[in-house]
Nanobody, 121 residues
Framework: QVQLVESGGGLVQAGGSLRLSCAAS????????MGWYRQAPGKQRDLVAD???????NYADSVKGRFTISRDNAKNTVYLQMNSLKAEDTAVYYC???????????????WGQGTLVTVSS
């Protein structure tokens, strides 16, 4: 069984910064794409950014130039550095990963439990 555990959410003033972390653990053979999604109250869950095992990144237009996604493959961990935060960035942020696991064997899409980011204006 594979788990994703997020950390780093909290309350920050507009213009401030936060760094989210997400660590995968369990019977992992490899991890393909890792990403961050967010869901604001009453809205759907949307992609914020993702990164392949080779380091290729993809960002939502709304966060380009402000957020940076990175990963440490040796630690099975993905990060999201969020700068110049705006009130509209307020949401629950979820980590997501495509994991090749060994017990049971297979490719699984795994979600974290979510971490709340609140940006006060």
């Amino acid at each position: 069984q594979v788990q994703l555990v997020e950390s780093g959410g909290g309350l920050v003033q507009a213009g401030g910064s936060l760094r989210l972390s997400c660590a995968a653990s369990g019977s992992i053979i490899s991890i393909n794409v890792m990403g961050w999604y967010r869901q604001a109250p009453g809205k759907q869950r949307d992609l914020v950014a993702d990164i392949t095992s080779g380091g290729s990144t993809n960002y939502a237009d709304s966060v380009k130039g402000r957020f940076t996604i990175s990963r440490d493959n040796a630690k099975n961990t993905v990060y999201l550095q969020m700068n110049s935060l705006k009130a509209e960035d307020t949401a629950v942020y979820y980590c997501n990963a495509g994991v090749v696991a060994r017990n049971p064997v297979g490719l699984f899409e795994v979600w974290g439990q979510g971490t709340l980011v609140t940006v006060s204006s």
